[in-house]
Structure formats: structure tokens, C-alpha cells
């Protein structure tokens, strides 16, 4: 990851802006530059991973304007050399050099256009503005917001902002900003493409999309490691990517040392896709220590969003202090697209549509977040191949009523479409999901509400609730949380939508943890 930041506001001290800049340091700990232009300051933290000299240094510089991008662009070679062909000339090998070359003819019709995952600010020099763009699905995270004069400010990250601004907003994927709108370029939950109906059809598109989607992501110039916890979607990244490699993939678990139950099924699958794994077994004190860094990196109160990155953010630490690799593929986004536990109580196909189509838009504030964060702040990148803008929109267009549970197992066209190359084995393959935090160990949560317990009495709890109007605390971690978070970002909880939950308006839903452990078909998951 890298980080970025830009004031439009000329008249602030090179001082106080690089002050703001330093405190996202750990996304990009290679080189740190500032520059002032006529709209104010762009400032840029890198972490190099394409184009690894010092002439792949942000900002980029084209005729009158300027650039910062926290973004890989997928397929950029072959634009680089069109560029060329139509006389452009470029300074190194980093993929984001092609961004102000393409908005000098193209414009803002340039995002709509990108294969790629985002967050980027343009100094258009011939306006003296700034005109910022996040990636449709939001993988990349932008933040935003106005200090007291009213100028705005762009930032990687909400601790960029505190103290300046009195409202910090997530930056809208699939979006813009320019001349001072926010314009919607593409909205994933609108899909492009039309589905095949035939099942068997349907299975071979999301098969070679994927494995696709994960090919282009293994391009880089650093090492790159699997987060591997034994369930489907990592798995399945794991499988593929081990298939395409000529060399075996590095993968890491983690589990805690009473009861990790996919420590196990992680093993299983690295045996067979003869990876170099690694294991990182954690403490019930791990957990808790881990949790007010986990907060104050995330951004966050959401319980279920806490809870799975604890353990995410112990086992890339460990990436990080052990390891020379700078970028992990990780399997999040697949549950939003084809289902959780919860989706098998939706009540028609529509319903289980709009819940897609709520969770996507929605998933920059939740898993996507985790594992920017999570990742980021041990100054590692990640890649997300089910967030693959073609295999999204593909899955997405697919008739809803074939991604119901009719078939006795959740995600169905997903694991049937593996079947056949078996890239991980058929135990594997056909798995029931186990809930993230419960899989790294069910003492996790366990522990997490314990100690949470100890913290307040039932008095204190409830006088400690009333004040917060927004996402109102509902049980004594979820106030923990939400006490640890406005210590590190006051009055600020409107990030954040509200608590993920299951649909509570479903039959068997109603539920008062996020965790799929409460729900009546969690069955034989967590084993």
C-alpha cells in the first residue's frame, strides 16, 4: 500500500502537512514527498512494488499536471505501449505514471475506463483544482472532509484528518470529485454484462474469471505471499495461484493455541498444493493486547469487523518481522457476491439481490477496510482477486435464483466451478464456512466477550450507552469498541454506516451477534 494526501489550501506550512502526511508512515515506508501547487498540497507516502527505483516516485509530473495514486493498474503495459505508439514518453516502470497522460485525453472519462483498484488525486494545472477518484468497489481507501475555511482535504486514511476536519467521509467508490461533485462513474451493483443462463456455462465463466483475476495480481516486483486460513476463498486463491507458479507460493495461518479449528484445514491445503507454509499461533492475551492497536488502525466499532481482523493483523505483523514479502492475496469479497450463511434464509431472489447488492456497496466500510488496514499498517500490500472489477460484475449479473442454497451447501456455482482442475482438495472444496474470527478459534470471540464483561458493570454499561445517538452500543464489547475508537477519532462513528448484522427483517435472522455461530444452520461450520 502506499498513502496519499492532498489540502487544497496553499497558505498552510509545509510543516503541518507533512505532519498530517507522517501519520499513515507505515503504508508506505520506502520514500515520503510533499509538493505545493497552486490548489494547495499533494503528498505521498510510497511503498514500492512496481517499478522499484526512485524514478517511480509520487508525484508524477505531465505538462501542468500532477498526480498521487494508491492504486495498481492492471493491464497497464499494454496502454503504456499504446501511449507510446501515439508519441508519449515515460520515466519508469511504475503502472501509476499512465494516469495523467490518459486524463490529458481522456478527462474524468478516464476512471470509467481502468482495470484497476485506486484511490488518486489529480492537480489539473490548466484549472488549478484538484479532481480525486476511487475504484468502483472502493479496495483502496479515500477518506475526506473540510477544515474550518472549508477547504478539502483527500487522505488514505481518517487519521490524516482528525483534528482538522469536523467530518470525515469514506470518498464514495465508483466515484469522482470534480469542480466540487461528487460523480458516480460506475456502480458495481449494475452489472454490464449479461449472464449465461446455463448452469455449466455459468460455472466455466466464474472459473476462468477468477482464475484471471487472480493471474493479473501476481504481477509485482516484490515477493508475494497467501493468506491462507483453510476455507473456501482463500483456498481457492491459494490453489489457482499455486497452479500458475514455478516456484511453490509462500502461505501463512493463524490460529489460537486452545481450539484453531482451520489450522488444520489450512495445512491440508498447502500439503497439497506443495506450499512453503507457515503457522502463527496466538494467545488469548495476543487478543487482547492486539485490540486497541486493531482499533486505532481500522477506523472502526463494528464488532464483526474487530473481531476478524485481530487476527489478520497478528499474522501480517508476523509477515512483516519475519519475512521479506511486501504483497499477500487475501479471498476476501466472494461472500459478498455469492451469499453467507445468513442469505440461505432469504426469503425470495429478489431479496437475496438487494442484500448483494447492499453488501457491495457497503463493503468498503467492512471486510474491504479489514484488510486494508490490517495489511497496510505492517506496510504490506494486498490483493483481492474476488474483487476483480470483470469477475464482480459477471457474478453480480448472474439470475440470483441460481445463487440461492438450493443445492444443500452455500456458495454452490463457485465451489462447482472449481470442481473439475481440483486445485485444492475435494474436502476442501466442498467445506461448509466457518465464520473468520470463530475459524482462527472460537475462544477468539469467546475471549473478546469475556473480557469485555470485566470492564463494566450493568450500571455503567447502560449510562456509558447513552452517549452515542449513532450505532448505539448494544451489548458491553460492542461498547468496549466504540470507546476504544473515539479515543483515537472523536464524534466520528458516521464512517461507518452502522454494525454489520445479518438482515434482521429475515425469519432466522433476528439476531443480536454478527457471528453466523448464533444462526440455527451454522451446523457442522465451525468443525
Keep these: 500500500m502506499c498513502a496519499i494526501l492532498t489540502y487544497a ?255 488444520k484445514y489450512a495445512r491440508t491445503v498447502a500439503d497439497y498444493i506443495h506450499s512453503n507454509h507457515h503457522e502463527v499461533i496466538i494467545s488469548r492475551q495476543d487478543v487482547i493486547d492486539a485490540l486497541e492497536p486493531v482499533i486505532a488502525a481500522l477506523g472502526t466499532y463494528d464488532i464483526t469487523t474487530v473481531r476478524a481482523s485481530i487476527g489478520m493483523y497478528l499474522l501480517c505483523k508476523w509477515i512483516h518481522e519475519n519475512t521479506d514479502i511486501k504483497v499477500v492475496l487475501t479471498g476476501e469479497i466472494s461472500d459478498e457476491i455469492f451469499g453467507y450463511k445468513y442469505t440461505d434464509f432469504a426469503p425470495s431472489a429478489e431479496a437475496f439481490q438487494e442484500e448483494a447488492q447492499k453488501r457491495v456497496r457497503e463493503l468498503h466500510m467492512y471486510d474491504v477496510l479489514r484488510a486494508d488496514r490490517c495489511i497496510s499498517v505492517n506496510s504490506l500490500e494486498a490483493r483481492v482477486p474476488f474483487g476483480d472489477l470483470d469477475f464482480v460484475d459477471y457474478v453480480m449479473a448472474i439470475d440470483p435464483e441460481k445463487k440461492r442454497n438450493h443445492y444443500g451447501i452455500g456458495k454452490y456455482l463457485l465451489r462447482k466451478a472449481f470442481e473439475k482442475d481440483a486445485v485444492i482438495p475435494h474436502e476442501i472444496l466442498m467445506r461448509e464456512k466457518a465464520a473468520f474470527s470463530d475459524a482462527v478459534g472460537h475462544s477468539l470471540r469467546d475471549d473478546l466477550i469475556d473480557y469485555a464483561q470485566s470492564r463494566y458493570s450493568d450500571m455503567e454499561f447502560e449510562e456509558a450507552c447513552r452517549k452515542y445517538s449513532h450505532a448505539t452500543p448494544f451489548t458491553k464489547e460492542s461498547l468496549l469498541y466504540r470507546e476504544l475508537f473515539e479515543q483515537y477519532y472523536p464524534n466520528q462513528s458516521q464512517m461507518v454506516v452502522d454494525f454489520w448484522m445479518p438482515n434482521k427483517s429475515w425469519e432466522g435472522c433476528n439476531v443480536n451477534d454478527p457471528s453466523a455461530r448464533v444462526l440455527s444452520n451454522y451446523g457442522l461450520s465451525g468443525q
Design 9 to 263: 489550501d496553499a497558505e498552510i506550512s509545509g510543516e503541518v502537512f507533512e505532519e498530517l502526511l507522517n501519520r499513515t508512515h507505515s503504508r508506505g515506508p520506502d520514500m515520503s514527498r510533499t509538493e505545493k501547487t497552486g490548489a494547495g498540497w499533494l503528498g505521498f507516502n510510497r511503498l514500492a512494488i512496481m517499478g522499484l527505483n526512485e524514478a517511480g516516485m509520487q508525484p508524477f509530473s505531465y505538462r501542468k499536471h500532477k498526480v498521487v495514486c494508491n492504486g495498481e493498474i492492471y493491464g497497464f503495459k499494454y496502454l503504456k505501449e499504446y501511449l507510446k505508439n501515439l508519441g508519449e514518453h515515460f520515466v519508469s516502470e511504475s503502472d501509476c505514471e499512465i494516469l495523467l497522460p490518459l486524463y490529458e485525453r481522456l478527462g474524468c472519462k478516464m476512471f470509467a475506463l481502468l482495470d484497476a483498484e485506486f484511490a488518486c488525486v489529480i492537480y489539473d494545472g490548466d484549472r488549478n483544482c484538484f479532481v480525486a477518484a476511487r475504484d468502483p468497489i472502493g479496495i483502496r481507501p479515500l477518506y475526506y472532509g473540510y477544515d474550518k475555511a472549508g477547504a478539502i482535504l483527500f487522505a488514505s486514511e481518517p487519521k490524516n484528518l482528525v483534528g482538522v476536519c469536523d467530518k470525515i467521509m469514506p470518498f464514495p467508490p465508483g466515484h469522482y470529485y470534480d469542480n466540487g461533485e461528487f460523480v458516480c462513474y460506475r456502480d458495481m451493483t449494475e452489472a454490464r454484462q449479461k449472464a449465461d443462463s446455463d448452469l455449466d456455462a455459468i460455472t466455466e465463466q466464474i472459473h476462468d474469471k477468477l482464475c484471471r483475476g487472480i493471474e493479473k495480481r501476481l504481477e509485482a516486483d516484490e515477493k508475494v505471499g497467501f493468506l491462507l486460513s483453510g476455507g473456501l476463498d482463500s483456498s481457492l486463491v491459494c490453489g489457482v495461484a499455486a497452479r500458475l507458479a514455478d516456484h511453490p507460493i509462500e502461505t501463512f495461518a493463524i490460529g489460537m493455541d486452545e481450539d484453531a479449528i482451520d489450522l
